[in-house]
């Protein structure tokens, strides 16, 4: 129980740091603890179980779709939209993972799928009026608790941790099972793993079905707290690459070094940003390309494997 | 006398119009050591692939246990109770020795109690217990070859197949792993060898099947299969037409 305790402190010490911080830290708080999301669901599939995926926007978006929709058409309230977009999160992660896998497609193939098909589901959502097509759908602010929109932003603080803790906890209970000794068998080698007896198509899709349920569940918080989607900002391509950019710098395959990937350059963006004042737009990707080259040349096991070995070199 | 573990029933395996393997049968009876000996090209991996699932026969049929496996996929296989090794060492690389045997304890997807534990037995096994903290791509290979073995064990099967793990070994190091084959043995599971190293080979098989372009030539005891003459001809006409 020694991890799992380890991660109730953490978020304990978090949720008390929150109140503390001024308005813009909670608004930097919020987007790490949701960016991490992301990146940790993503690093289950792309990380654990080795199989790369260029589309993770699609979970987040469909996530963000499904419960703003059943809210602004069907008065349902977005915490149980926040089941629903698990749910279908899940479900279009598993056949996704069912249809590429199936047929033996891994890798770039497989990264390659993912890609277009969020990219398709982008478009499709762009021409369909009754998701506000391209010009995405708004969210009238009525803060109450019920329509998830706490009136604060340290709601949102705790939400989006809840949802942190959540996926942690997940990662941390794989970790411990059988399961995620088949991630790491599929991840290191697929035939290995089926001489072992490990049904490696089932293995991936598992993978797939609980990474896209868990980023589906940031769909909705983003989407009320911001109070806007559309097909862009939850199923574009930067989103995608995010994810996976946050899971390399901060550490591909290793528990949670996703999550200090995002811990360090969600809050890079924000200042390059405030800095440069909306002159010069995309400029962070030019900083997140240099600091990748600099990650791969200089610890490619990410900033947690500098981390761990800093840690291990102090004990001895 | 009791019904054979491994029955091989006129099994082919037809790549294009090569016949990698052509219509051989074999019994493997449990507490039986086989061994599975050819020159270079006799179809003696193919065949292995086919029992292990890797690759579907052609034509032909394969039962283990009495039931009929003929192109199952390997991790049914591997459930049913069918461990294997790989020719060319298949470690997890980048994950220490005692994950490797872990994954290899709780991939049948049984309920196992202490997976650690079990796991470190088996490392124990083969000798390789004081290696279970470093990274598998650390090991040398005669320790790789040990790690294969582990793994193998580690989903607890009742047939082992085993592809050259005396490959590249030197005389010392061949001994070690006789010891260990040896010792698998004992514990009442059944194993089917291929191996190039004879020393070994002939020593440890109860019986032995040999095969030449796909065929099976010869089947008997070790003594009387190298008395054989279209062994000693299979074996002798390489050496004629090239460098032994």
Known sequence: MKPMLLLALAVALLAGLAPLLSIYGQHIFVLVALYGSVALAWNILGGMAGQMSLGHALFVGAGAYVSTALYLKYSVSPWIGLVFAAAIGGALGALMGYTVFRRKLSGVYFALVTLALAEMALHIVSNVGFLGAANGLSIPSKPDFANFQFGSKLGFCYAALGILALVSGVILAIDRSRLGYVFLAIRENERAAAALGIDVVQGKVIAAAISGALAALVGPVYANYVLFIDPESVLGVPLSIDALLFSFVGGLGSLFGPLLGAIVLVPLTELLRSLLGGKLAGVHLIVYGVLLILVMRFAPQGLWGLLTTAIARRKK | ?244
């Open chain 2, 1 to 244: 006398m009791s019904a054979p573990l491994l029955q091989v029933n006129q099994v082919s395996r037809w790549f294009g119009g090569l016949r990698a393997v052509d219509e051989v049968s074999f019994d493997l009876h449990g507490h039986e050591i086989v061994g599975l000996i050819g020159p270079n090209g006799a179809g003696k991996t193919t065949l292995f692939e086919t029992i292990s699932g890797f690759i579907r026969p052609t034509k032909g049929a394969i039962a283990f246990d009495g039931h009929d496996i003929t192109g199952q996929p390997p991790h049914r296989l591997a459930r049913l109770g069918i461990g294997r090794t790989f020719q060319i060492v298949q470690p997890f690389r980048d994950v220490s020795v005692l994950e490797n045997v872990i994954a290899g304890v709780v991939g049948p997807n049984r309920e196992i109690t202490d997976p650690r534990g079990t796991a470190m037995a088996v490392l124990t096994r083969v000798k390789l217990d004081h290696r279970s903290s470093s990274l598998a791509r650390n090991l040398s290979l005669p320790e790789k070859k040990r790690l294969e073995i582990a793994r193998a064990l580690a989903i607890r099967p009742r047939l082992l197949l085993l592809d050259e793990v005396m490959a590249g070994l030197t005389p010392a190091e061949i001994d070690e792993i006789m010891v260990i084959l040896a010792d698998i043995r004992r514990e009442g599971i059944a194993l089917l060898i291929v191996e190039h190293v004879m020393r070994a080979i002939m020593s440890l098989s109860d019986r032995i099947v040999v095969m030449a372009n796909g065929r099976k030539i010869a089947e008997g005891l070790p003594a009387q299969v190298a008395a054989d003459r279209s062994v000693i001809e299979a074996y002798l006409g390489r050496r004629h037409h090239g460098p032994a």
